[in-house]
């Protein structure tokens, strides 16, 4: 019999063993308190001190504890059946990608099995994947990204504020004439005009309407035709026939999308035009759609001064450095209100406050809505969770980790959710189709297709769908250990239910007959 | 697949005979001339690890019965265990004697 080690040191071992799982202390709690114990009394016959022996063997506890407690609560859970992990299994990538496929082939016929909560649960999911997606698709188009154009990042639109009243202005020809010659913080400026022509010869006249952009505005966006080439300086040269391009919607309209509209020749006002090509309707550059017919000008400004002026910035040039230059090249010019200052701005300077907070309130909104839809989709599968106690308790009585179980969830909940923005993402494709069906003078919608950054967007949501539906019933199910073997029919209160012995007399937290040993 | 060192002088020093917790750490004492004193947190978590993995397992027999005590619990390397322990000592004894030959310029 060996005397007691101090206080002190009992103490520090019983409160190291809190920090160990449940499991472990009623295995070798006492064992360790003992050789706790022990290890002091060692201490101090080599030491002599029983101060020193303390210290040390607190040292000894504390150095233990760190790399033992980490290792004790990874192996809370005993493997079944005392087991080795197979020693053959494959390089640990192999054995994850073969888990994940048998995962996924799970899940995949435990949907097909419930065919009514599956379409179920996809269609929430889709409804709120697909009007998220579609309200983000606007917002960016038209708030975030408004010029779908390389370098649009650094595209603006140039005007003449007068800040004691608030008006924006156009600028005159002489300013873009000052800026395109003098500008080093600029790489591009350009102009255009909304006009319109007459169309005559075949048939009826007919008014169409028509940009008339600078010799360098389709090179600076840098838009590809959908058939022949596009407007270039050459076109804009004196003495160079009239060339014009349809846009896509006028060309499907009046040419009936036919290829051999390229090269023939319009009567716009009192001139023949030759089409040379045809423009997307999707590269539009402002918030108007792209007109029916765009021609190119030497002076886009002749026609009257409201020309819209389009500046591409240098690469790292701020707004600021621009405007200030823009304002020092514009000194002296005449006919400009006094205190008019050159102003980059966004296109949707065009467009009131107003419509801009509409649409920032209709994206929060179908954001809202996806947030019902994923916490319906998890409420759903919750439900469906708890009708699996049964076999969920049997794959954890086989050895079945919590980790585990959320692999076979997420797989689930991946394989719906992927059906679920499948079917949102066609959706949102359709609001913005339906949108330009309902509101035709709604020209913005042109721009709602589904882009790059929508798709990521949608992909995230998406993915935050996957892990909010897969962990809340892989969470809640942990608890399914408690009554596994609950028979078909046993429902609390039954008479099922009082002879039903495994499921409702055991205590709850233990676990299932065949659970320690498998 | 090289085992941890401390998963490895549990299983050498159960190699002779069952011992208990006490009986293994003294035992790896003498087996390092002192070099590893194992604390309690490692020894028990090593001990769950290897009974998990049946590389040893409990016994109620007490290798020395004047020296048995009811309380203490009693391991013993199952014939799985001692293969491991062999094949790693092999590990151990080749690479030893790589290190020697580019380390240490034995030839």
Known sequence: VIAPAPRIVRRAARLVLRLYPRAFRDAFGAEFLDLAERRWHRERRASGRPGAASLRTGRMLVCDAARAIPVAWRERRPRPGGSLPPPDRGP?????????????????????????????????????????????????????????????????????????????????????????????????????????????????????????????????????????????????????????????????????????????????????????????????????????????????HARGEFALVLARRAPGVPAEDVERELAALSAGIDGVPPGAVPQLGPPYGFLSDAYVQGIWLVFAGAFALLGVAVVNAGNLLLGRAANRTGEIGVRLALGGTTRRLLRLFLAESLILASAGAALGALLAVLIGRGYVLVAPERQLAAGTWLHGRAVVFAIAVTAVAVVVCAVIPAWRSRSARARPTARPGCVRGSWAHRRCWPCCSRPARRSWPGASRA | MSMPRATFLVLLALADRPRHGLGIVDRIEDVTEGETKLGPGTLYTTLQQLLGHGLIRQTAEAPDPDDHDSRRKYYRITPLGTRRLRDEARQIRRLSRAAARHVLGDS
């Open chain 1, 92 to 300: 640990r990538l192999m054995h994850l990608l073969r888990d994940s496929l048998t995962d996924l082939h799970l899940g995949l016929r435990s949907h097909v099995r419930q065919p009514a909560s599956t379409a179920l649960v996809v269609l929430t999911l889709a409804l709120g994947v697909g009007a998220s997606t579609a309200a983000f698709s606007a917002l960016d188009r038209v708030v975030l990204h408004p010029l779908p154009f390389p370098g649009g990042d650094r595209m603006a639109y140039v005007s003449m504020l007068m800040p004691q009243r608030g008006w924006q202005l156009a600028p005159a020809a002489e300013h873009v004439r000052r800026w395109r010659e003098g500008a080093r913080t600029l790489d591009g400026i350009e102009v255009y005009q909304r006009s319109s022509f007459t169309r005559s010869g075949e048939g009826a006249a007919e008014i169409v309407s028509a940009d008339l952009v600078s010799a360098g505005l389709p090179a600076m966006l840098g838009v590809r035709p959908v058939l022949g080439r596009m407007l270039g300086p050459a076109d804009a040269a004196p003495g160079a026939p009239a060339a014009v391009m349809l846009s896509e919607r006028y060309w499907r309209a009046a040419f009936g999308g036919r290829p051999g509209a390229i090269g023939q020749r319009v009567q716009l006002s009192d001139r023949v035009h030759t089409v040379v090509g045809i423009w997307p309707d999707l590269a539009r550059f402002d918030y108007q759609a792209v007109p029916d017919v765009i021609a190119v000008s030497a002076s886009p």
